[in-house]
């Protein structure tokens, strides 16, 4: 191809490019009734099917998976896994807890006080009214905090404080009495060496009894 015909097939595709440059602007003036105020009639249209789309159900927002309703299972699930300071809760705290009710509830701060505290969650088994197997499934949710916050002098208390403990019946309390009147008591175990109490019982006691005389 000689120099002058690539010249105008150059200035060909010029003029082509020119004129449908020239054509484009044509049709955008001609379109332009959709965006200037003296046709607002398909500019409204346009915002109406803007709308439309936007509250479609495809384009709502979804609620994150902490926003989501929760499964009551998977609530249970959740309030199981608390664990509760057994010598701190009132009576409301113990109720939000699993197969613990009004009553039961009631009944587990007044043994509490009754005891003095509970030393071990296991306590919770002798709660009167809890099922054994709630009371299995309790424990894990709970902890016993600071523990027994009120003991017994052993060598001081009076038979009614003694026998008011949910540990000592009536007569426990007479032989501890009895005891006392005739030795000194330099431990717990020197009872079970004299009257007829069981080593399983001073156990038992050993977390709510104390010396509190010194003697020379």
């Not at 030393?119 to 099922?131: D, N, P, T, Y």
């Not at 008011?164 to 009495?177: G, R, V």
Request: aromatic share 8%.
């Amino acid at each position: 191809m000689e120099k002058s015909e690539r010249r105008a097939l150059l200035g060909f595709v010029l003029i082509s490019w020119l004129a449908l440059g020239v054509r484009a602007g044509f049709w955008y003036k001609s379109h332009r009734m959709y965006v200037t105020q003296e046709h607002p009639v398909p500019v409204a249209w346009l915002l109406e099917s803007l709308e439309t789309v936007r509250s479609s159900p495809s384009n709502r927002k979804r609620p994150s998976a902490s926003q989501r309703p929760r499964h009551p299972e998977q609530q249970d699930q959740q309030r199981q896994q608390r664990v509760l300071d057994l010598n701190a809760a009132d009576s409301a705290a113990l109720e939000a807890m699993p197969y613990i009710g009004p009553v039961l509830a009631a009944r587990i701060c007044r043994f509490r006080n009754a005891l003095g505290g509970f030393h071990a969650v296991g306590q919770l088994r002798e709660v009167w009214g809890l099922k054994p197997e709630a009371a299995e499934r309790l424990m894990p949710m709970f902890h016993t905090g600071r523990g027994v916050y009120h003991v017994l002098c052993a060598d001081t208390a009076t038979w009614f404080e003694l026998k008011s403990h949910p540990y000592i019946d009536a007569k426990a309390a007479s032989a501890i009495e009895r005891y006392r009147r005739h030795h000194p008591l330099d431990s717990l175990e020197a009872l079970a060496d004299a009257i007829p109490i069981t080593d399983s019982m001073i156990r038992r006691w050993s977390p709510y009894l104390r010396l509190c005389e010194h003697r020379d």
